[in-house]
């Protein structure tokens, strides 16, 4: 049976400041709970997260890895930018304007050259 907590046990984890325990929790095989994990680790804005938050960019879930970008975005280490730049060319367009959004927060130059395509502004014919 996979390792499951429910949004209360995250809750707590959070509140306790448990980083061990939302480490732990983001390593689930449940997909619900690496996704609410990732959102707990991104409260405690510890930059001892930010490691596992990167491992959790490549999770199989998309609402996983969407979690992860706001994480890491709102912890706001410069670690995580060579790691977020790449969703910034993510099929999907809410990724993309997550990605952004973090790495705005980041504030990392290197990301700059980067982010300035993914402002053009379509043409009309």
Not at 29 to 57: F, H, N, S, Y
Not at 69 to 76: K, M, P, T
């Amino acid at each position: 049976m996979p390792f499951r907590l429910i949004a209360a046990d995250i809750d707590r984890l959070v509140s306790k400041r448990d980083l061990g325990g939302l480490i732990a929790a983001a390593r689930s095989e449940d997909k619900d709970t690496r996704w609410m994990a990732a959102g707990g680790l991104g409260e405690l804005r510890d930059p001892r997260a930010v490691d596992p938050l990167i491992r959790a960019l490549a999770d199989t879930d998309p609402d996983v890895r969407w979690k992860a970008v706001e994480a890491l975005g709102s912890i706001g280490d410069a670690r995580a930018t060579e790691a977020l730049i790449p969703f910034l060319n993510d099929p999907d367009g809410t990724m993309r304007l997550q990605a952004v959004w973090a790495l705005g927060k980041i504030r990392d130059p290197r990301a700059t050259a980067h982010i300035i395509p993914c402002w053009r502004i379509p043409t009309t014919t």
